[in-house]
Each structure stands twice: as structure tokens, then as C-alpha cells.
T-cell receptor
Framework: RKEVEQDPGPFNVPEGATVAFNCTYSNSASQSFFWYRQDCRKEPKLLMSVYSSGNEDGRFTAQLNRASQYISLLIRDSKLSDSATYLCGTSGGYQKVTFGTGTKLQVIP | EPEVTQTPSHQVTQMGQEVILRCVPISNHLYFYWYRQILGQKVEFLVSFYNNEISEKSEIFDDQFSVERPDGSNFTLKIRSTKLEDSAMYFC?????????????FGPGTRLTVL
């Protein structure tokens, strides 16, 4: 089983739609969780860290379910500029972040 | 907003040659990392560095690779004898913390092409 698994997509959604991505992780010792955004051939940019209580940043909401070992990202009112690949990452309390392959989102006008 | 910078943006080299990729982490960060991403694949951890020594490395980071912090600002990745399969995007990252919520910030990357 892969350490971090994501549906590669693509998710094609119309502008204004709500879209959700899930990510599962296999290492039960994982302590930190992240969502990054990566545009084509660019660096990953930190979107948000994911806390046990869940957290929200504008149109973005992240949730963590430790019992089922998954994290989710919800994007409300999708914009064209949200089109990107969304990477899920986990860290076992040490330094490296393990990434999934990413989920591609295409927002359509 | 402070950011991680990397040079060069693109490096083309012949197989067997040595390359050095350079990074300037965010100035108050203490932990430094190298990751790589082969085209179409996921971002993979190579090595982490703290207090002037390697703190963790992956299986990819074999004897052909080395890292150094030659001065107070630069962080370098050296590949001694490049192979075709080293062609990838190499990202440097830095973080303030090394554990807990260790948010890592990535540089724009160096695209390495080995011919």
C-alpha cells in the first residue's frame, strides 16, 4: 500500500462549484498533514496545514480523520485560478514530508 | 514575503559530469531539504539537513549525492557523476521547525537534464 494515496483525477468542475478531494495515508504515526497546490512545472506551494479540529481558510476547508487515516480538502465557489494539482502530504513528526501523486483539478468556465 | 530561491533554473549536463544545485533558504529557517520530482511523478524526499549535518535521507540519496551549507545563507546539492535517471526537477525547501507542524516552503526548483 502506498504511503499516501490520492485519486489522480482529473476533476473537471464548472466555475462556482464545490469540489472535494480525499487523501489516505498508511502510516498511523503520521503527526502533521498538509495540502499543497502545484501548478504545472512549478514548485509546491503550501495551501494549508491540517489540524485535528479541521481548519478553514476562505473558500478552503481541510479535515482530518485519524481513525480512518484520511484527510480531505473542500473548495467552495471554484475559480478558474484554482485549476492546479493538489498534493496531500504527511509528516511522521520527523522532518520529511511524504507526498501523494496529487489530484488534478480543472475548473471550467 | 520571504521566499526560498534556487539557481540555476535549468541545468543541462552530460552523463558522468558533476553538478551543483544551489539554494538560499528563508533566512530564519533552521531546517533545509532537497526533494526531486521526475516528470509526471510525485515529489520525493531526498535529504534533510539541520545544524550542519544530515538528519535524514532517503534511499535515493546514495553516495553520488552530497549536501553542504558552505556559508550562512547557501545550501547546495551536489551530484558527483550524473546519470540519465537523475533528470528531474530538484526542489529545495526550508522550515522553521523540524517536528510537529513543520511547514515547509519550496523554492522554484532547478530543472536538471542529463544527456
Amino acid at each position: 500500500r502506498k504511503e499516501v494515496e490520492q485519486d489522480p483525477g482529473p476533476f473537471n468542475v464548472p466555475e462556482g462549484a464545490t469540489v472535494a478531494f480525499n487523501c489516505t495515508y498508511s502510516n498511523s504515526a503520521s503527526q502533521s498533514f498538509f495540502w499543497y497546490r502545484q501548478d504545472c512545472r512549478k514548485e509546491p506551494k503550501l495551501l494549508m496545514s491540517v489540524y485535528s479540529s479541521g481548519n478553514e481558510d476562505g473558500r478552503f476547508t481541510a479535515q482530518l480523520n485519524r481513525a480512518s487515516q484520511y484527510i480531505s480538502l473542500l473548495i467552495r465557489d471554484s475559480k478558474l485560478s484554482d485549476s492546479a494539482t493538489y498534493l496531500c502530504g504527511t509528516s511522521g513528526g520527523y522532518q520529511k514530508v511524504t507526498f501523494g501523486t496529487g489530484t488534478k483539478l480543472q475548473v471550467i468556465p | 514575503e520571504p521566499e526560498v530561491t534556487q539557481t540555476p533554473s535549468h541545468q543541462v549536463t552530460q552523463m558522468g559530469q558533476e553538478v551543483i544545485l544551489r539554494c538560499v533558504p528563508i533566512s530564519n529557517h533552521l531546517y533545509f531539504y532537497w526533494y526531486r520530482q521526475i516528470l509526471g511523478q510525485k515529489v520525493e524526499f531526498l535529504v534533510s539537513f539541520y545544524n550542519n549535518e544530515i538528519s535524514e535521507k532517503s534511499e535515493i540519496f546514495d553516495d553520488q549525492f552530497s549536501v553542504e551549507r558552505p556559508d550562512g545563507s547557501n545550501f547546495t546539492l551536489k551530484i558527483r557523476s550524473t546519470k540519465l535517471e537523475d533528470s528531474a526537477m530538484y526542489f529545495c525547501a526550508s522550515s522553521l521547525r523540524g517536528s510537529g507542524v513543520n511547514e515547509q516552503f519550496f523554492g522554484p526548483g532547478t530543472r536538471l537534464t542529463v544527456l
